[in-house]
Nanobody, 126 residues
Framework: QVKLVESGGGSVQAGGSLRLSCSAS????????MGWFRQAPGKEREGVAV????????KYADSVRGRFTISSDVRQNVLYLQMDTLKPEDAGMYHC???????????????????WGQGTQVTVSS
């Protein structure tokens, strides 16, 4: 089972930026969909951004499109989430997830991902 470890969370003011990182225990580029999901207290986990195998396709939740960017360093097996113009509603625990293909590059399908990291906390103050 692939292991995923997130880092980069923290506290920022609204309008600020953070970059989250997810280190994988094995090479993910060729065979895995990967994604970022978040969960706020009392709310369900929701998809933020998903990237396809070979990194040719990316999908974003409507709420973050234009502000967040998902990318990866294929040599280092690291997935990133650059978060700009953060809003208080972006706060929550951010989790990295992976699923071996065949996989769906859709942010709305949390259940499609079987490997999860422990998460990194993001706090945004107004």
């Amino acid at each position: 089972q692939v292991k995923l470890v997130e880092s980069g969370g923290g506290s920022v003011q609204a309008g600020g930026s953070l970059r989250l990182s997810c280190s994988a225990s094995e090479r993910m580029y060729l065979d895995y969909c990967m994604g970022w999901f978040r969960q706020a207290p009392g709310k369900e986990r929701e998809g933020v951004a998903v990237i396809s195998p070979l990194r040719v396709s990316k999908k974003y939740a409507d709420s973050v499109r234009g502000r967040f960017t998902i990318s990866s360093d294929v040599r280092q097996n690291v997935l990133y989430l650059q978060m700009d113009t953060l809003k208080p509603e972006d706060a929550g625990m951010y989790h990295c997830a992976a699923e071996m293909q065949p996989c769906m590059v859709e942010v709305g399908h949390v259940g499609n991902f079987s490997a999860w990291g422990q998460g990194t906390q993001v706090t945004v103050s107004s």
